[in-house]
T-cell receptor, first 115, second 109 residues
Framework: DVKVTQSSRYLVKRTGEKVFLECVQD?????MFWYRQDPGLGLRLIYF???????EKGDIPEGYSVSREKKERFSLILESASTNQTSMYLC??????????????FGDGTRLSIL | QKEVEQDPGPLSVPEGAIVSLNCTYS??????FMWYRQYSRKGPELLMY????GNKEDGRFTAQVDKSSKYISLFIRDSQPSDSATYLC?????????FGQGTRLTINP
C-alpha cells in the first residue's frame, strides 16, 4: 500500500511566521501535490512537482512556495502566514510521468491554524 | 461553471439502503474518473477508479460513467454505518485532477 505521511496533524502558528509543511511518500512516486481543503470550496491545488527539483503552480499558488530536493519529500512553505491560510492541507503522490492518469494517493492532512 | 459539479448534500439514509452519489462534468476531454472516500479528520482514500464509459464493480460499490451525458455515479449497496463519510468524485485532466465539492453521507443504524 502507498503511504503518504504528513509530518504534523495539527499546527498552530502566528501571522507573519514562515511555516513549513512536510510530506514524505514511500512508493518512489515521481509526482507529488499540495492541496488545501476548505468547506464549500473543496480541494484546490496549490503546487505540484513532476520530479526532483521541478515544480509547477497550481490554481492558488499565491503566498506559497514549495521545495522538492529528494524524490520522496515535498515541502510546502508559507512565506509569511496570514489568517486566510488557515485550512486543511493535503499532500498527495502519484506514480509515473507528467501526463499520467494514475490515481493520486493522499496523506491524512495537516490542519493549520494561523492566529 | 465548475468543471466537476457535485451536490454537497448532506445525504442521510437508513442502514441497508442503496445509495446513489452523482457528479456531472463539463470537459469532454476527461477520460479517467475516480471516487474518493474521506472520513472525518482523515485524508481522501481512493475507492474506485474507472476509464471512459461503463460500469466497474468492487464488492458493494459500483462506479458508473456515462460520457454521452457527462455523468458519473457511485452506487453503494447494502449501506452500512461505516460508509458514513464524505465522497469526492474526480476527473483526470491533462495535468491535474479536478475534484467535485464532495457529498457528505450519513448511514443511520
Amino acid at each position: 500500500d502507498v503511504k503518504v505521511t504528513q509530518s504534523s496533524r495539527y499546527l498552530v502558528k502566528r501571522t507573519g511566521e514562515k511555516v513549513f509543511l512536510e510530506c514524505v511518500q514511500d512508493m518512489d512516486h515521481e509526482n507529488m501535490f499540495w492541496y488545501r481543503q476548505d468547506p464549500g470550496l473543496g480541494l484546490r491545488l496549490i503546487y505540484f512537482s513532476y520530479d526532483v527539483k521541478m515544480k509547477e503552480k497550481g490554481d492558488i499558488p499565491e503566498g506559497y512556495s514549495v521545495s522538492r530536493e529528494k524524490k520522496e519529500r515535498f515541502s510546502l512553505i508559507l512565506e509569511s502566514a496570514s489568517t486566510n491560510q488557515t485550512s486543511m492541507y493535503l499532500c498527495a503522490s502519484r506514480d509515473s510521468g507528467s501526463y499520467s492518469h494514475q490515481p493520486q494517493h493522499f496523506g491524512d492532512g495537516t490542519r493549520l491554524s494561523i492566529l | 461553471q465548475k468543471e466537476v459539479e457535485q451536490d454537497p448534500g448532506p445525504l442521510s439514509v437508513p442502514e441497508g439502503a442503496i445509495v446513489s452519489l452523482n457528479c456531472t462534468y463539463s470537459n469532454s476531454a476527461f477520460q479517467y474518473f475516480m471516487w474518493y472516500r474521506q472520513y472525518s479528520r482523515k485524508g481522501p482514500e481512493l475507492l474506485m477508479y474507472t476509464y471512459s464509459s461503463g460500469n466497474k464493480e468492487d464488492g458493494r460499490f459500483t462506479a458508473q460513467v456515462d460520457k454521452s451525458s457527462k455523468y458519473i455515479s457511485l452506487f453503494i449497496r447494502d449501506s452500512q454505518p461505516s460508509d458514513s463519510a464524505t465522497y469526492l468524485c474526480a476527473a483526470q485532466g491533462a495535468q491535474k485532477l479536478v475534484f467535485g465539492q464532495g457529498t457528505r453521507l450519513t448511514i443511520n443504524p
